[in-house]
């Protein structure tokens, strides 16, 4: 019997900023793309990565919002993130025990990326 099986191609991060302009502005400073822009909603690409954010009163929400990303060649882009500012004082790029290098950005509204790549080996 030949069992069709449903596979997942990618995610799309979706994270809470208190203002969608400045949320966009911080996103292009490490080449995301604007695709779609409201006062309420953003979608924004780089590479084949999507990102999108959404327009939240309530601080807390986005201080607790976060979400991973793993790349290629990532101390070209910490290097990227570095020269903005934009590296969180406590994600500095590190060699980790589950064998990745990571580092953390910080959106100055609260949000943050952990970029990823595994060790070749």
């Known amino acids: ?3 069709s099986r449903a596979r997942l191609l990618a995610a799309i991060p979706l994270l ?3 203002d969608i ?3 966009v502005a911080f996103y292009g400073k490490i080449g995301f793309q604007t695709l779609f822009v409201s006062d309420e909603y953003a979608a924004l690409m780089r590479d084949d990565v999507h990102l999108h954010l959404w327009r939240c009163a309530d601080r807390s929400v ?3 919002t976060a979400c991973r990303m793993r790349v290629e060649g990532i101390d070209a882009l910490y290097d ?3 020269a903005a500012g934009i590296v969180h004082p ?3 790029l590190r060699l980790t025990e589950r064998d990745t290098r990571e580092f ?3 959106d100055p509204q609260g949000g943050a990326i952990t970029f ?3 060790v070749a080996g």
Request: net charge negative; with cysteine.
């Open 1 to 3: 019997m030949n069992v």
């Open 16 to 18: 809470a900023v208190a």
């Open 21 to 23: 302009g400045r949320g």
């Open 62 to 64: 986005a201080d607790n």
């Open 80 to 82: 990227e993130c570095r």
């Open 90 to 92: 406590n994600g500095t």
């Open 104 to 106: 953390t950005v910080l």
């Open 116 to 118: 990823v790549e595994p």
